[in-house]
């Protein structure tokens, strides 16, 4: 089973089924994919899709999420990489890849592409549109 990490604004291109991303989505509820989260991601998840629908959207979103067998609850995590200077509050989406040893992370943050630079530790992130290419393969 493919491990990723979703950041925020992929989830929320995600969770709506008139969304033409709603397949990932899909694919979490029915067991296909292993979603890595920490406390302080599911903060995030909850923060911007309250904002973005509504607080009781995200609570429905957040519980499901947390009741399905294939969500990886990572907490602690025990090493904070610091990888991207540019926007700190990045950096909890690379630690739970990296603490978790994810295939991907998924995302469409152009702070990521900080990420291209760096050798070690070798972070492999996709689009949305890339990872289902990925998984087609």
Not at 32 to 44: P, S
Not at 77 to 95: G, M, P, Q, S, T
Not at 113 to 120: A, G, M, N, T, W
Request: contains cysteine; aromatic residues 14%.
């Amino acid at each position: 089973m493919v491990r990723i990490v979703l950041d925020t604004n992929c989830l929320l291109m995600s969770v709506s089924k008139r969304s033409g991303y709603y397949w990932l989505f899909e694919m979490l509820q029915q067991d296909k994919l292993e979603l890595v989260v920490t406390t302080e991601i599911l903060g995030e998840y909850e923060e911007i899709m309250g904002r973005f629908y509504s607080p009781v959207y995200a609570d429905l979103v957040l519980n499901g999420l947390l009741n399905l067998p294939n969500i990886v609850l990572l907490n602690p995590i025990y090493y904070r990489w610091e990888l991207i200077k540019v926007d700190n509050d990045d950096n909890k989406f690379v630690d739970a890849y990296i603490g978790s040893n994810a295939d991907v992370l998924i995302t469409y943050d152009k702070h990521f592409k900080e990420l291209d630079l760096i050798s070690f530790p070798k972070v492999v992130r996709m689009t949305i549109e890339e990872f289902n290419v990925f998984l087609s393969s």
